[in-house]
């Protein structure tokens, strides 16, 4: 099987793109990931939990509706649907994708009044970041999932199965995962970079921006201090705290950011910040002088996963979703255009066999070596009162 | 005059449900704690320290407000009295339209407008370029050679999301003016100066201090310029508002620092009020 010749009856799906689609770079250039979560009220999707009903999607009542984040998935081009597009056809169930996670922090805000008071969303599934995952899980805010009717979570690669936080691997699967390292720009930099300590180099003054998702932020520091962040402790993470806020003051860093550094990174604003590996590798395609760095002393590797809210309606239409994108052709097809690292088996296979995504089959960011594997950590839990400690200080820092 | 409560009833039940109450509620909001972290329930405690909290961590971002605030209306200012002199006095029957003009930013997101921004200070956009050529570089603009993420950077957004609301106030102050006025002053020899000093100036004033009011205060609570055209040390205050309510869940803390800004803004409208009476308002 190949993503060409086109499958079950389908034109044919572009693998590789030279350039990012005009769409993509528009919504990039106007912020709107940004905007969106600046200005989305808890209300509004308070507001829109209504509806639907309790019909099955699959006969025509109802539907099946996912929140995710923004370009997460391949979309529609040209005679060649995007996986909702062919899902809708193969399944005839009625799927409602919002791309509408921008900042993973206040997504939670946003649902927090509903599920709290017990009521469900308009949502069967949401993918989020594992770190969220699990305190919807600890609050008890989600449905075990029907894995019996997903079969193809056999395709699953292992070691992502049954993760700390959710051992019994009931409540979430994966979706993607990926890394938080340092991009920077070569012709802005004029030299290669090599670790955290670059981006506190006085050369760069300025033009450095470090992501508001505080465990990537900090993670890297700590990593680059030589903690240990699988059980990360509010002591050893002082030095690294306390860095930040020098950068900070001193102008170093000149803004702390979600998805948007992407615009700054190509309008030339930022010389080199820290983000995340799809997206550079992404933006590579537009702007061939953007390099992904895991530093020598590690890089944080991440997992967004899948998970269903308390009181989904459609839990088997749910599981026809899950199950479908874990075929490893269409998985194959959704990481050829987000560029993270698939959670199934067989997918770079998949892409090697076609002229037109083989290149993808050796990109070190979707398929990192043993050697970059070697130097991910995952950050540690955080118990309640700690995260709170944690994000007061960070926000004295991103905030004050 | 039965029949004037009945006019004022819809407007009057729409501030009271929408605005007076849920504002009322943040009191008891804000000297609260919440019950459990991630849960919506609070207690009532009288918990001043989430003001002490508040101010400690973020005075200093609240006296910034102010000064942007205060900055950015004082050059819209600068921008908007000539520009609505013109408008009244020059503007003829163009006068609709330019007023049109003046309003027609407004038609689009100030949050677009914003992000517009953005890609004309950035660093390799035509404003840095412009500076450069013109060898403005040493003003003391610049943070690092760069315009974008600054406080200038900031102070010009506002700036320009704010004009609109200086300038109309003193269009309608200034068409108030009439012509008569001046044309006597010209006859007693006034010339264009003292005109302006004795009659323009001090009949503009209601427009002056009306426009003061619509600027500075929603320029003190704004999100999006700091947001987008600032860095960490431009936050102001309502982006921590923002981030203490939907990243920190820390709801009563937000209420606190809310309240605080309501009463910073409220002192300066009394302080306007004080020194004009409501006549200078415009209200009559």
């Not at chain 1, 990931?33 to 829109?48: F, Y």
């Not at chain 1, 992404?282 to 809210?309: N, S």
């Not at chain 1, 960011?365 to 200080?393: I, K, N, Y």
Request: charged fraction near 15%; charge should be neutral; aromatic fraction near 8%.
């Amino acid at each position: 099987m190949t993503l060409h010749p086109p499958i079950s009856g389908h034109p044919p799906v572009p693998g590789v793109r030279p350039t990012v689609p005009s769409r993509r770079r528009f919504l990039r250039q106007l912020g709107l990931a940004a905007a969106g979560s600046v200005l989305a009220p808890p209300l509004l999707q308070a507001c829109r939990g209504q509806g639907g009903g309790t019909a099955d999607p699959t006969s025509g009542g109802g539907e099946l509706v996912i929140s995710s984040f923004p370009l997460y998935i391949d979309t529609d081009e040209p005679d060649a649907p995007g996986s909702v597009a062919r899902f809708r056809a193969d399944t005839g169930i009625q799927l409602r994708y919002l791309e509408d996670i921008n900042d993973t922090r206040q997504f939670f805000a946003r649902i927090q009044p509903q599920l709290a008071a017990g009521r469900p969303l308009s949502q069967d599934l949401l993918v989020l970041t594992s770190w969220l995952a699990a305190r919807l899980i600890g609050l008890g805010w989600v449905e075990p999932l029907p894995l019996a009717e997903v079969p193809n979570a056999a395709n699953l690669i292992p070691t992502l199965r049954n993760p700390s936080w959710d051992p019994k691997g009931r409540y979430s699967l994966p979706w993607q995962s990926g890394i938080a390292g340092i991009a920077y720009n070569i012709k802005a930099t004029g030299r290669e970079l090599t670790g955290v300590d670059d981006l506190f180099d006085p050369a760069l003054k300025g033009r450095v921006s470090a992501l508001l998702e505080m465990r990537d932020t900090m993670g890297l520091l700590m990593l680059a201090d030589g903690q240990d962040i699988s059980a990360p402790s509010w002591q050893a993470a002082q030095p690294s705290f306390d860095r930040l806020e020098r950068a900070r003051r001193d102008g170093q860093i000149r803004r702390f950011t979600g998805n948007d550094y992407q615009n700054d990174l190509l309008a030339g604003n930022l010389a080199a910040c820290i983000g995340w590996s799809g997206d550079v590798a992404q933006l590579t395609q537009e702007e061939p002088d953007l390099r992904f760095l895991v530093p020598q002393t590690g890089g944080v590797l991440w997992a967004d996963v899948m998970v269903m809210p308390k009181g989904a309606r459609h839990p088997q239409a749910a599981a026809r979703w899950m199950n479908w994108v874990y075929d490893p052709v269409e998985a194959a097809r959704i990481a050829a255009a987000v560029l993270y690292i698939s959670p199934v088996q067989g997918v770079r296979e998949i892409l090697a066999r076609d002229p037109a995504t083989a290149e993808l089959a050796s990109n070190p960011l979707m398929f990192p070596d043993a050697a970059t594997q070697q130097r991910l950590r995952v950050f540690g839990p955080l118990s309640e009162s700690e995260e709170a400690r944690w994000e007061e200080r960070f926000a004295a820092i991103t905030e004050g | 005059m039965w029949w004037a409560w009945i006019l004022l009833a819809p407007g009057l039940l729409w501030l009271t449900l929408l605005y007076l109450l849920p504002l009322l509620g943040l009191v008891p909001l804000s000297l609260s704690e919440p019950l459990s972290r991630f849960g919506l329930e609070t207690r009532f405690s009288w918990r001043l320290a989430n003001y002490a909290d508040g101010m400690g961590t973020y005075g200093p971002v609240l006296l910034r407000s102010f000064a942007f605030a205060g900055l950015s209306t004082a050059l819209g200012l600068l921008l908007a009295y000539p520009l609505a002199c013109a408008i009244r006095f020059r503007g003829g029957r163009w006068q609709p339209l330019l007023i049109g003009l003046v309003v027609l930013p407004s038609l689009t997101s100030y949050l677009v407008r914003a992000i517009g921004w953005t890609s004309l200070l950035g660093d390799n956009g035509p404003v840095l370029g412009l500076v450069a050529a013109l060898g403005l570089t040493d003003l003391g603009l610049l943070r690092d050679g760069r315009l974008l993420n600054t406080p200038t950077a900031v102070v010009l957004g506002l700036t320009s999301t704010q004009l609109p609301f200086l300038v109309l106030p003193l269009v309608v102050a200034l068409q108030r003016i009439e012509r008569r006025l001046l044309e006597a002053a010209a006859d007693l020899h006034a010339g264009p100066w003292r005109r302006f000093r004795l009659v323009v100036w001090p009949l503009s004033r209601p427009g002056l201090a009306s426009a003061l009011l619509l600027s500075l205060i929603p320029a003190a609570g704004d999100v999006v310029n700091p947001l987008f055209l600032g860095g960490p040390n431009e936050r102001m205050i309502a982006n921590a508002i923002a981030n203490l309510l939907l990243v920190q869940l820390q709801a009563p803390r937000a209420a606190a620092l809310a309240l605080v800004l309501m009463a910073l803004s409220g002192v300066a409208v009394w302080l306007l009020l004080r020194r004009g009476g409501p006549d200078d308002l415009a209200l009559q």
